[in-house]
């Protein structure tokens, strides 16, 4: 099956989401920590 530019688009994007998901949970994690320690 040959893969189209739009296949290749979709699956790059997927990685995207995959990676900012990731950034984004770092951050609340951070976040929590930073919080934790001004108590």
Do not use: F, P
């Not at 290749?8 to 998901?21: F, G, H, K, P, Y």
């Amino acid at each position: 099956m040959v893969k189209t530019d739009i296949d290749q688009l979709l699956e790059e994007t997927e990685d995207l989401a995959m990676d900012v998901s990731h950034l984004i949970i770092k951050n609340v994690e951070i976040d929590r920590l930073l919080d934790s320690t001004q108590d």
